[in-house]
């Protein structure tokens, strides 16, 4: 019998401890059940967490691949880096920017620090991405405008001693089940409640107190009603705002006429109200994709942080808390050098750019001198500036906006594909490194809460499989061979980016693997070895010790702003970006269904996707076309095509009254979908518009059907 493995699971961004076993002969795992003893979660594991672990869908990658006379062949490992060498450095030869990297939340805290410093100290692009920006960079733009600081400042102890539980543009219960236990759990208890702000009538809202079915994309005027209503009430609190934040007074001259905005909003003043007063408990208030995947993502997360200083949300058991979508999203942010230098060091200050080119040897004019475009700006720049790409863990090709054109782009670039499973973007490439996934690599990852914990390997890679580690070393030797010390080691590179980290806002460097091994998890900012971050820019009681007033003599607060204080936002709304029209009459909304994973590649699914309207807009389909779009018979579904400016997609249809009159919902887990959606970013947080696009349904032509129906078989 094999040995058990304490890990951690990286399906999504909980961290739940689990514990694996490997089959007695061969390959892969046998078994994968939570983990009793893991701190932050005691035994607790999603079932979906543990069977995509364990069996997971998709075809995996087991050879090296190159591209000859068109097709995808196997080949030898020297062959294939050989290969993807040699394309890399024709692409540098026209200069540092020749080469995007497309990183991912998927990755191990070392492979992402080890990414991040070969595209950034090896490379030289600005071309570089971690992932993130699809998903959690409005909420850290908004983080830095109010704290000066990334990350949420609650934790998951903060969840049982909220009062109020205000979920707005996400659905916990679908994506991070054991989280949305804890807030339910606390929702549940008789002084406390669960509020949804949500287009969808989602499996969160199905159990929550109170449902506010705004308008997809009205999130932003939304908040702003409320914070409008909490200053007319007399809700602000005062001391808290006194004390702690710049701003208000701005703000408030700002605030649009709060029934005016809830009538932009689509819902009614009661609902606006009550908000308002909800927040006047102590309210955890967490988002997700909802409000970060907008244009107005960075003000719209902005908002709802003014909300939280207003009402004075800002202590232990209440707070803004963004809910984080891949697994080690949070970690790729302190460590991957995409919008900072590791431990958050800013990208364009001076001595913070001299120590990353010290510490990594390289001269500091190697460094590029911002962030980059995100990763809609390098799918813009390939065909100019860039002419390679070297994507790993990650699924542009599905997982993009606007994918029909992401995928014309990536067949003109030389592309090197580094991933577990054979993906959309696997078809595109010129080289596929196949690598290692969960349960097979050694590292740290860091969950939504800044809790680093360790991902260990329960059983070996396949002959023709190797870490991420391994990949990225390999290439540095053909390419940037000074830039690392020998072989890559899981260890030593957390060591050297935890020691990058050392006195800034995001020090983990009292973390070491020594530690992990006796404590299992430890949340940052940990600056010394037997210290570790709680509730972040508080001093003062715990939530179980104040008494409840509204102050507390003993309180004081510090942020990394240049007021020292928290600030409230300044954004201002744009125009949605394709407002519906008599030609596209609906709205497209797309999210997670909680058997799926991200773009599909653990959870293969190879009939079309389910597009879920209202029964309100099937009859509006019928009354046009004739037809219904949907029989009660299983064998004789109905199908549509949903059409946007860019695309049009087969799907079938279900009626379902969750869904608001004129929305129609999509899953982002299939191939399709992202053919429909625009490539919009926000302005500032360079996030994609995934959340609203217009589009009509038709009835599909007959060989559409075929095809579908004929796919589902």
Sequence with gaps: MTDTVPTTCMRCAVGCGHVQQAPDRGYGLDTVRGDADHPVTQGLACQRGLSETADPDGELLTRPLVRENGALVPTTWESALERAAAGLDAALADGDDGIAVLGSGQQTNEAAYALGKLARGGFGTAYYDANTTLCMASAVTAYYDAFGSDAPPPTYDDVPAAETHVVWGANPAAAHPVMFRWIRQSADADDSELLVVDPVHSETAAVADHHVPLEPGADLELARAVLARVVETGRVDREFVDEATVGLADRRADLPDAAAAAEMAGVSMADVDRLAEALSDPTLLYWGMGINQSVNGTAAAGALIDLCLATGNLRPGSGPFSLTGQANSMGARVCSSKGSWPGHRPFADPAHRRKVAETWGVPVSRLPDDPGPGPVGIVDAVGDDVTAVYAVATNPAAGMPDATRVREKLEDA???????????????????????????????????????????????????????????????????????????????????????????????????????????????????????????????????????????????????????????????????????????????????????????????????????????????????????????????????????????????????????????????????????????????????????????????????????AEASA
């Design 414 to 708: 030389f592309l090197v594909v580094q991933d577990a499973f054979r993906s959309e973007t696997v078809a595109y490439a010129d080289v596929v490194l196949p690598a290692a996934t969960w349960g097979e690599s050694e590292g740290t990852t860091t969950n939504m809460e800044r809790t680093v914990s360790r991902v260990r390997a329960a059983t070996e890679t396949p002959p023709g499989v190797r870490t991420d580690l391994e990949l990225i070393g390999a290439l540095a030797d053909r390419l940037a061979p000074d830039l690392f010390d020998g072989t890559l080691e899981p260890e030593s590179v957390f060591a050297e980016f935890t020691g990058l980290t050392e006195g800034t806002p995001a020090d983990l460097s009292g973390i070491s693997y020594d530690r992990l091994e006796a404590e299992t998890a430890v949340r940052w900012p940990a600056p010394e070895p037997d210290v570790s971050g709680g509730y972040r820019y508080y001093e003062g009681p715990d939530a179980d010790e104040r008494d409840g007033s509204a102050g507390d003599a003993d309180e004081s607060w510090s942020f990394y702003t240049p007021s020292g204080r928290a600030e409230f936002s300044t954004g201002e709304a744009r125009p949605l970006p394709e407002p519906t029209d008599q030609s596209y009459p609906f709205t497209l909304t797309t999210a997670r269904r909680p058997d799926a994973y991200n773009t599909g590649v653990r959870t293969r699914d190879d009939g079309p996707p389910t597009a879920r309207i209202s029964p309100a807009t099937a009859a509006a389909f019928a009354d046009e076309f004739g037809r219904p779009v949907e029989t009660a018979d299983e064998s004789d579904a109905r199908y549509v095509s949903v059409v946007s400016r860019r695309a049009s997609v087969t799907a079938r249809v279900e009626t379902d009254e969750a869904i608001s009159a004129g929305v129609v919902w999509l899953p982002i887990h299939h191939s399709a979908i992202n053919d429909l959606t625009l490539p919009d970013v926000d302005p500032r947080s360079k996030e994609p518009n995934f959340k609203q696009c217009a589009v009509r349904l038709e009835p599909p032509r007959d060989r559409d059907v075929t095809a579908v």
